[in-house]
């Protein structure tokens, strides 16, 4: 049976006309969800949605957050900016998925860019402060800086295994985008036609990755 990601992925497939990136599905390395040829060129593109009410305490309350990714760290911002044309987020009705979406916004990396920034590479190099329920994270770059230099007498494994356990612990599990934001550095799209032009706009600007 299929996962409720994957019935409103394939239902933003449908709406936009795109087709799957790989027809193996996913490997152990990322890739993205889609892919759209367009004026001669394949267009990569990650989709992400979010629902237009939750429930808390038993009432039903709007979500102003959009669902991204675990173990989010820089690596996933790199492989975004490396695989990934076009993100597009959508929502869609009431709580539980029933087919029908309300709005869509599609957005480059360039345009996604502060929300990764602030939400994700913030964090993860300068950790996060304790808080309510939380001790706090040490970031990556405060490890480099304040605590590998006193590590010396470690082996080069032994040096490997303890930054990969703290690229781990400092890794983001599933950062909340803003939905306020992702509105206001979009472009709303609705139809495929909507989407090509936005795709047609990027390779105007030069605003793709470069494809080999």
């Given amino acids: ?12 497939k449908k709406l936009f006309k795109v087709a799957d ?13 889609g892919m759209k040829e367009i004026g001669g060129r394949a267009f990569n593109i990650e989709f992400k949605t979010k629902p237009e009410f939750g429930i808390s305490k038993g009432k039903k309350v709007r979500k102003s957050g959009v669902s991204t990714a675990r173990k989010f760290g820089t690596k996933k911002v790199e492989a975004w900016q490396d695989l990934v044309d076009v993100f597009i987020f959508s929502e869609f009705e009431g709580v539980d998925f029933n087919g029908n979406f309300t709005e869509h916004y599609a957005l480059s990396f360039e345009d ?26 040490y970031g990556m770059k405060e490890f480099e800086e304040n605590i590998l230099p006193l590590l010396t007498y ?23 985008f803003s939905w306020k934001d992702i509105k206001a550095l979009g472009t709303k799209v609705e139809t495929e036609q909507d989407l ?17």
């Fill in 196 to 212: 090509c032009k936005f795709c047609e706009k990027l390779t105007f600007l030069g605003q793709i990755r470069k494809q080999q």
């Fill in 112 to 137: 996604l860019r502060p929300i990764l920034e602030e939400k994700v590479v913030k964090p993860y190099n300068k950790g996060r402060k304790p808080r309510k329920g939380s001790d706090g994270y």
């Fill in 154 to 176: 470690l082996s080069p494994e032994d040096t490997k295994r303890l930054m990969h356990t703290i690229e781990a612990g400092a890794s983001l599990n599933d950062p909340k």
């Fill in 21 to 33: 990136y790989s027809a193996t599905g996913r490997g152990n390395g990322y890739t993205p969800d």
């Fill in 1 to 12: 049976m299929a996962s409720q990601d994957d019935i409103r992925e394939n239902a933003q």
